[in-house]
């Protein structure tokens, strides 16, 4: 006598329901939206609008980081379907060449202080987080100004003590199991 196997399919199953975190009025919203997105022109102004709104709080909403990650696979699909692969290897979907670009970011950082180096990466990111620039320029560009800002951050950095250190970056430290009450603890 022979049995016959079933044969499952390796992994999870595919969740094709809504999710149960966040708020699912809001992605409901935003996925007809997105959906609705047939142009690469409109897709790509309206992922750069959302993450200019939302970049004083880059983490934590965890509803307009769900739309974000939507809105970019959006874009992602819609470069292939409308330009070349020589266009997208070269400019950014905003139309700026990529080598104008990275030449623009590496002379600001060159005479930026670490202030002004921390905001030129964050407004880097902003601007050309993927898919907005290839992945691999994108990754390039963050690496030198990265490292320009790790240069000017390890500038006499054993010299001052722990407490300078932890007052100039606005680092509290807190005993675990105290409650915060704003008492640093050194």
Same mark, same amino acid.
């Given at each position: +006598? ?57 983490? %934590? ?27 997208? !290897? ?35 990111? !902003? ?5 907005? +620039? ?15 800002? +790790?240069?000017? !951050? ?8 722990? %407490? ?16 915060? %009450?704003?008492? %640093?603890?050194?």
């Amino acid at each position: +006598m022979s049995r016959t196997r079933q044969t499952r399919r390796a992994g999870a199953a595919r969740r094709m329901e809504a999710s149960p975190f966040g708020n699912s009025d809001i992605r409901q919203s935003w996925a007809g939206r997105i959906a609705d997105l047939s142009r690469l022109d409109d897709a790509v102004s309206t992922l750069i609008a959302l993450r200019e709104r939302s970049a004083n709080q880059a983490l %934590t909403d965890k509803d307009m980081l769900w739309v974000e990650a939507r809105l970019e696979d959006r874009v992602a699909v819609l470069r292939f379907e409308e330009l070349s692969n020589a266009v997208i !290897r070269t400019a950014t979907l905003t139309g700026e060449p990529i080598e104008r670009v990275r030449e623009e970011f590496v002379r600001r950082a060159a005479d930026a202080d670490t202030a002004a180096l921390e905001a030129l990466a964050a407004e880097f990111r !902003r601007r050309y987080k993927p898919p907005i +620039m290839p992945s691999s320029p994108y990754l390039e560009i963050e690496a030198l100004l990265c490292g320009h800002l +790790m240069k000017k !951050r390890s500038l006499n950095w054993f010299e001052p003590s722990i %407490t300078e250190l932890r007052a100039r970056r606005g680092a509290r430290i807190l005993k675990e199991g105290w409650p915060d %009450t704003g008492t %640093t603890v050194t």
